[in-house]
């Protein structure tokens, strides 16, 4: 594939051939958007390399095949040893996408962070949005379908699949909520008795009877009720 030349390119410019942005892990890249949304496509894990997923007719899985999805868009990456901007075609995971979901905008600039691998498990692409450049200050967005035959090796790419993952459910902290208070067992409850206690130490028989008669509000019962 030949490789096309910017038309208004300069004598003695500097010409850079445009790859897709992918971090090794344990690495951190700045990426800044030169367009207003991405677009995405499924690819699948083959033989060590993702391929391009090409649906129910796919000749790499023949349709059975399990998928993820990948994000593009033109972009430009930091070089901070050069102190510029360079093209790149900007690819996004799933992960990536929700992290910029609602942020993403031409002239949005994103950190992209990805951790270091650990027990063969794959680090999850973050993105961090950092500011925002004027658009009317940038390069025109290029076309990255070339780009993206060729790495895929295919003839036709088609980026129409949105990300499959529903949105993240984002809520602030909630401030000055006081602590609960400790929760003390509360003291048993005394047992009730089933009547007054009359003290009889030291009383007759007459007495015991006119402190009963007290205790029924001074009302003696007929003779032969019960008290």
């Known amino acids: 594939m030949s490789e096309k030349r910017s038309r208004d390119h300069l004598p003695g410019r500097e010409l850079i051939r445009v790859e897709v942005f992918r971090l090794n892990y344990g690495h951190k890249g700045v990426v800044r958007s030169l367009s207003t949304n991405y677009e995405g496509c499924l690819v699948h894990w083959v033989a060590g390399k993702n391929r391009y997923h090409e649906g129910a007719t796919c000749r790499n899985c023949n349709g059975k095949g399990e998928t993820t999805w990948k994000g593009y868009f033109p972009a430009e990456y930091w070089?901070?040893?050069?102190?510029?901007?360079?093209?790149?075609?900007?690819?996004?995971?799933?992960?990536?996408?929700?992290?910029?979901?609602?942020?993403?905008?031409?002239g949005h600039v994103f950190e992209f962070t990805k951790g270091k691998k650990v027990d063969k498990k794959e680090p999850k692409l973050e993105a961090r949005f950092l500011r925002k450049y004027a658009p009317e200050t940038l390069r025109p967005p290029f076309d990255v379908l070339p780009v993206l035959r060729n790495i895929y090796n295919v003839s036709v790419i088609v980026l129409d699949q949105d990300n499959p993952a529903p949105d993240r459910v984002l809520l602030e902290?909630?401030?000055?909520?006081?602590?609960?208070?400790?929760?003390?067992?509360?003291?048993?409850?005394?047992?009730?008795?089933?009547?007054?206690?009359?003290?009889l130490s030291g009383r007759?028989?007459?007495?015991?009877?006119?402190?009963?008669?007290?205790?029924?509000?001074?009302?003696?019962?007929?003779?032969g009720q019960a008290r």
């Not at 901070?80 to 905008?105: H, K």
């Not at 007495?207 to 003696?220: F, Y």
């Open 79 to 106: 070089d901070a040893q050069r102190s510029l901007w360079i093209p790149t075609v900007g690819e996004i995971t799933s992960n990536a996408e929700l992290d910029m979901r609602g942020f993403f905008g031409r």
């Open 173 to 199: 902290p909630a401030e000055n909520i006081p602590e609960p208070a400790a929760i003390k067992p509360a003291p048993a409850p005394k047992p009730e008795s089933d009547g007054a206690k009359v003290d």
């Open 204 to 223: 007759g028989v007459r007495e015991l009877a006119e402190e009963l008669d007290k205790q029924w509000n001074g009302t003696p019962p007929k003779n």
